[in-house]
């Protein structure tokens, strides 16, 4: 009996010596092997930023009708001659003529010239919509593809952009656990690379739009594959802050985009300047070794014992000759009959009205706030005429969001936290409508005060969701909320046809939809401190 139960002891101390085990007590949570790692990572994560280039590429530009009668026969005439008011109607808004109406023409036959153009031209009584437009601008695809008047097919390449990062996930997923973390990588890099240099090249809008959808449906696991890269080494105590590291390191890419959108303004060569380089990472593959965590899941253990060693030896530790044994030799564990042991998901969620109350909530929450993160971002560039700056400042406010979140989440809770990040970012929006226009400094403080609420609330998420839900159903239901909300990153680029029926009508939406998931947080259970749950009923339990 004792001998029966020195063997029960034994395996409990086998099994209890884990990658986490062994990284806390011997090689190192967060020493220079994971911080030369985390560097290495930096630079795919932040290259993951540049998928947002349709931000400058597809921005809009000032259009108006060409007039043929004053002798106008290019898209490059002059955008504002002395005549123009003549041949154009001024808008309500200001002294400023309509983008795509025109007066009709008074007589056929007599024309001016660019010089000079006479009002007796055209009938004033009459106004009618044009099909030949001419541009003060010429750094956008709107111009090369004259899309003048076309803003719904302008805007369809953000929307094409954010679809891809959708239908990307299964797919990277699947390679990054049957060929590797380094294999994803290093696949999206080349697809990310070698589209976006295509890019540069097109022809025509719809080529234009055809490899903005293959580029992040092929490419934008690179954010994914990064990230799993940078925490999957890290010690339990680091993974927060290496996750809200990550993130930043994102925003980072994003504030490179702007920079390099204002110094090379052609749309063209902006492509260039940010996919050329990326072909760089392909270099990772002698660079990274492949993660230790998918070596021993996958029991390549010859692989595992090298990335181990050199661990230890970097980080100048030891890993102890048992510890080695444990991991290169775990025990052997009975797999029970899956058909009868396991839970059916879908059976299990409409069983328990608690987990079916929680699935049908969360999606709404990721929505919500992808919808309202990238929003945010995408209008940005309305503020004011300074596009460039507004947009860096507003993807850099992320990254002081990112890291306070770190801070409040172990201090005054989950909810607290998403509440207040919710809230305040609702707040924002709703108080920008109300701002007059002319007071440009105020309004970017609270736009930028707006999109750190909403940061806040994104890095919050995806610890906050994981924790409501059981081991058993835990990846399956937070990759269902983060798929679902992808919606809301899909139509965020839509949100700035809504200017044309009211000018706040964006951050009313966003302000409404704010408070609406705060609301919804509220009705969920705190799960700070709490043990997370093995089974449905321990996660029914929470907040009990």
Known sequence: MCEAKDVDAEETVERSVDLDYVLVNEL???????????????????????????VFTATAIPHRCRIPECGESTKSDVFGPDWITNAIPLTDAGPKFASCERYAPAHSGYNGSLLHCPIDLFDHSITQKCDEFVYDGVTSVVYDFDLGCKEWLRILAGTLSSLGTLLVLPLVGYISDHFGRRMALL?????????????????????????????????????????????????????????????????????????VAWLVRPWRSLILTLYIPVFLLLSYYWILSESVRWL???????????????????????????????????????????????????QSIFKSKILLRRVCTTPIWWICTTFVYYGLSINSTNLSKTIYLNYILTVAIEIPGFYTAVLTLDR????????????????????????????????????????????????????????????????????????????????????PLLTDYWLGLPNTVFAILGLMSGLLVLTQPETFGRKLPDTLEEAETIGK
Do not use: W
């Open 296 to 346: 021993l899941a996958k029991k390549k253990y010859a692989a595992a014992r090298q990335v181990l060693e050199n661990v230890a030896k970097t980080n100048k530790t030891n890993i102890s000759a048992k510890s080695m044994n444990a991991l290169l030799n775990p025990p052997t564990r009975k797999l029970k009959n899956l058909q009868t042991d396991r839970r059916n998901l879908i």
């Open 28 to 54: 190192g949570q967060f020493g220079r092997f994971q911080i030369k790692y985390i560097c290495l990572i930096a630079l795919p994560m932040m290259s993951s930023g540049f998928f947002g280039d349709y």
């Open 187 to 259: 696949f999206s890099v080349f697809n990310t690379a070698l589209i976006g240099v295509f890019k540069a090249f097109s022809v025509n809008y719809t080529m234009f739009l055809a490899l903005q959808l293959l580029q992040t449906t092929l490419g934008a696991g690179l954010a994914s594959s990064a990230y799993i890269f940078s925490t999957e080494l890290v010690g339990p105590k680091y993974r927060v802050l290496t996750s809200a590291t990550s993130s930043a390191t994102f925003s980072c890419g994003e504030v490179v985009l702007g920079v």
């Open 412 to 495: 005054f809770g989950r909810k607290m936290t998403l509440c207040t990040g919710f809230f305040f970012s609702a707040a924002c929006n709703l108080a920008f409508v109300f701002i007059p226009p002319e007071l440009t400094v105020l309004r970017l403080v609270v736009y930028l005060a707006g999109k750190f609420g909403i940061s806040l609330v994104f890095t919050s998420l995806y610890l906050y969701t994981s924790e409501l839900y059981p081991t058993e159903f835990r990846h399956s239901l937070l990759g269902f909320s983060s798929m679902v909300g992808r919606i809301g990153s899909i139509c965020a680029p839509l949100t």
